[in-house]
């Protein structure tokens, strides 16, 4: 998968991502406006996130997609059919993208910018 099929083949020169395996609450499907994620509560800093091309983060997401049970993405709804803030916010608006919530430890993955330090 290349960058350009996940739209990562601009402004992705400062992003770090990570995933982390986390314990969520029972998962169901739907929106979910009223989520709040902190990555700081969860335990996970800037410091753990490294720096990754926008290469690598679409063959990171592409792994972590190939094997989903079920997706949920907690982000902001943008225009009609989108996401938006599908990163490190502050004050528990967190962006997450979190795959295989069925499992007994859901894989979050945690995306933040070279500007950004928690």
């Known amino acids: 998968m290349c960058a350009d099929t996940v739209g990562l083949s601009k402004g992705?020169?400062?992003v770090h991502t990570a995933t982390r395996e986390l314990s969520f609450p029972a998962w169901a499907e739907g929106w979910h406006p009223g989520a709040?994620?902190?990555y700081v509560t969860l335990g996970v800093h800037?410091?753990?996130?490294?720096l990754e091309t926008a290469?690598?983060?679409?063959?990171?997401l592409a792994a972590d997609f190939a094997t989903a049970n079920h997706i949920s993405i907690f982000a902001t709804g943008y225009g009609p059919d989108g996401t938006h803030l599908v990163h490190r916010n502050g004050s528990s608006h967190d962006g997450l993208i979190v795959t295989e919530p069925l499992s007994s430890a859901a894989h979050a993955r945690m995306f933040s910018f070279s500007t950004q330090t928690f």
């Open 55 to 60: 290469t690598q983060i679409a063959n990171d």
């Open 46 to 50: 800037s410091t753990d996130l490294p």
């Open 12 to 14: 992705t020169h400062d």
């Open 36 to 38: 709040q994620e902190d």
